[in-house]
Structures are given as C-alpha cells and as structure tokens.
C-alpha cells in the first residue's frame, strides 16, 4: 500500500465535534477525528486541522477557545451534518439544530445533548514542517461527563465508514 494511506491504518478514531465562535460571538462547530491527548498534567489534548483557513481554525485564533465533544449514537447524524459549510455570519449550531448550553469556563457554547465535554483555552497552534494539517492544542480547563456505555461512542474508519467500540476486557501491564 501507499504510504500516503496511512490513516487507515489508525482506527477507529473517536469522532469529536468542536464548538468555537468568532469575536462577534456567532458559534460553529464541525466534527473532528484526529482528537489525541497532549499532557497528564496540565490537561491538553490536540486537534489535527486541515492547513486551509477552516471557520474553526480562525476562530480558535480570535477568540482562543474552544470546546470538545466526543460523539454518541444518539447525536451522531447530526453531529456528522456539521461538516457542512456555513456562512461566517451564520450560527451552525442553530442551522443544524443543536441545541446550545453556556459552558462553565468558556465562552464557547457547549453542545447540550452531549455526553462527554471537555472545555479547551487554546495553548498554541503548530504546523509541522511540510504538513497538510496544524496541530490545535488546547488546554482542558473543564471537563464533564455522564459515563455514557463504551458502544454509544462513535468512532470513525473512513469514509462513510463508522464503527461503535465493542467489548471491555483487560490485558495485564508487567511492568
Ligand atoms: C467523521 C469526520 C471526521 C473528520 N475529521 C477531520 C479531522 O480530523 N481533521 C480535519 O481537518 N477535518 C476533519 N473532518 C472534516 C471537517 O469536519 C470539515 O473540513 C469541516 O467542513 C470544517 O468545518 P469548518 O470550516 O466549519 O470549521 C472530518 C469530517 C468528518 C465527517
């Protein structure tokens, strides 16, 4: 195969929406599956982003912050609908019908029905050498969760492709 396929060769991927706004305050939100922790301590985890100017990379930039939500089968048509493009003056939450909660560290809207949050300030944006996609790190300043069961979560192959994780079990770590 070609190296340039590797992606597929990551899975499954959770699929996560980010909810961020503008400095005029009009929120949007598109899905994500290059989602991967960053550091225990502080809490930072990372958004890989295609490098063209997206609404979501330029308002992380204004506005510095951002929201996380990892997606569940209940929403997840709905949070895929966020893929589409909006006008930069129009709110997509509100054009896909995703319902919005004040956050509790952030001015970015949180998406209500999702069941696992996690507030970001962003920490800083980098771009590898050469790279198609910038790395969005954020620093987790609130994070909430209702224990959803492992197979509501959504993650990704690709494509059209998704699969819900399946069965818990346990290796032991010798070390
Ligand atoms: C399941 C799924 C996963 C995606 N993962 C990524 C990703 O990890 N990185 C990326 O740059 N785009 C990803 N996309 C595409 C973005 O959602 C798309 O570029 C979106 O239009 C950006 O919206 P915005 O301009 O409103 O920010 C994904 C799309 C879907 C449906």
Redesign the pocket.
Known sequence: MQPSEFVRLIYPRA?AVVTSINSEGIA????????CPVSFTPPMLL????NRE????RNIRETKEFVVHVVTRDWEQTA?E?????RDNED?LAKIGLEKIKSEKVNVPSIKKSKIVMECRLSEILVPKNAD?MLVIGEIVAAKTSEPKLEEIVM?LLGEK?VSPGEEYSIERKR
């Open positions: 699929v949007n939100a598109a899905p994500y599956s290059w989602v958004v890989g982003i295609q997206t609404r979501t990379v895929i966020c893929e589409k493009k909006a997509k996609h990704h998704f």
